[in-house]
């Protein structure tokens, strides 16, 4: 079973940046792609954006495109978010997943393992 740990969230003004990292237990090799996730107290989960663990293709939620980055290491153990240009409405717990199948990777409902999530505040 795939362990998923999230860091670098925190508190930080509008404007500013923040990168997330998403720490594999073990090689994702087998992994179809790995997506970030947030949900703010009393919403719904939402995409964020996705990486293809093969191909490395990428795909965004309009709502961050142009501000946030998806990227994975070479040592196929970590996923990367940069985020840019924050506002208050990213504000959100921030989770990682990894899909193993050839699912839709926007879906949460699709991916088979979830880290525990890190916090991000954007104040105004």
């Known amino acids: 079973q795939v362990q998923l740990v999230e860091s670098g969230g925190g508190l930080v003004q509008a404007g500013g940046s923040l990168r997330l990292s998403c720490k594999a237990s073990?090689?994702?090799?087998?992994?179809?792609?790995v997506g970030w996730f947030r949900q703010a107290p009393g919403k719904e989960r939402q995409f964020v954006a996705a990486?293809?663990?093969?191909?490395?293709?990428?795909v965004y939620a309009d709502s961050v495109k142009g501000r946030f980055n998806i990227s994975k290491d070479n040592a196929q153990t970590t996923v990367s978010l940069q985020m840019n240009g924050l506002r208050p409405e990213d504000t959100s717990v921030y989770y990682c997943a990894a899909l193993l199948s050839t699912s839709d990777p926007q879906k949460s409902a699709a991916y088979d393992y979830w880290g525990q999530g890190t916090q991000v505040t954007v104040s105004s």
């Open positions: 990486i293809s663990w093969r191909g490395g293709s990428t």
């Open positions: 073990e090689r994702l090799i087998k992994t179809y792609a």
